[in-house]
């Protein structure tokens, strides 16, 4: 019996199994999540192609959530969308890479898989995620940057995720930083994005290619002097291998993320900082370079404590996790308020 006590109290009996649903790209991936964030059961479909219209992405979504609801007796499922989510985590505003613009994806979805859905912002979903099984537990106030083609971004505030009055917020890649500096495809220019991203990433190493410089013969190489075959893997690959050229280029975009990390210092104070995306797997080539950046550009540095900036434990898994315990959340609030 005291087994049993003390594992409710940690959470693990009676904590029911849902659904996480990662849209990306190029695939949906849907998991089997428990209540200590393990996943245990997966499938994946690839993403149709954004010209297509909304139904055939929720038709994806039908179908690998329908194949894990044969297996597993699930009582929610949350959907992690890249881009807009409404406050009321119901309407999927906008969304870059498929065709969703005010879609009523949780009126849909609910409709179809007949159990309750819950919508959040992919961002949201994976510092959820970080706060509560990874690089973030103990923490109260947490800020999860993820470094990918751009830059997305998750506040948790007293245990809370903080979505905003209109549910955008956390689109740290859109900070300006650079007044009229590079052109963003957000329409501005100077956006912390294009300094500090898998694209700024590529976009310094192909120029460094096409100008035939010679501190650029790794990578030359690596692309057969094409600089437009040059990707981000590429570029962290050779800094892993101690080509100076590349380490220039991760060390540069480090600098521009503790400059970033240091404005958001400013504006929400946090414990932690919790650094994710493709890039963030470079480790500490990295995050060292953040960490300087973000002490020299910290305002009233010295005499302020100063937020720790860690890399993200959960991977790729992250937003799909997130976004399951944040509808397990869902599903538990109604149950508490019964039963006080």
Known sequence: MKDAADSRRRGTVRSPLVIGVDIGG????????????????????????RGQSPQVV??????????????HHVQAVGIGAAGFVDAARATVLFAPHLSWRHEPLKERMTDRLGVPVVVENDANAAAWAEYRFGAGRGESDLV?????????????????????????????????????GHRCECGNRGCWEQYSSG???????????????PVAHVLARLTGNDPSKLTGPMVAHAAQQGDPAA?????????????????????????TFVIGGGVSDTGELLLGSARESFRKTLTGRGHRPEARIERALLGSNAGLVGAADLA???????LRRRTV
Do not use: C
């Open 26 to 49: 190029t695939k949906v991936l849907a998991g089997v999540v428990s209540g200590t964030g393990d996943i245990l059961d997966s499938v994946r479909a690839s993403t149709p192609d």
């Open 58 to 71: 929720e038709d994806a979504i039908h179908r690998v959530v329908r194949e894990l609801m044969t297996r």
């Open 144 to 180: 999860a940057v993820t470094l990918g083609t751009g830059i997305g971004g998750g506040i948790v505030r007293d245990g809370k995720v903080v979505r905003g009055r209109y549910g955008l917020a956390g689109e740290f890649g859109h900070m300006q930083v650079v007044p009229g």
């Open 199 to 213: 694209n700024a990433l590529v976009r310094e190493g192909r120029e460094l290619i096409a100008a035939n410089s």
């Open 247 to 271: 380490l220039e280029l991760l060390v540069e975009v480090g600098h521009w993320l503790g400059v970033g990390l240091a404005n958001l210092a400013a504006a929400f104070d946090p414990g």
């Open 328 to 334: 397990r959340e869902a599903v538990r609030r109604p």
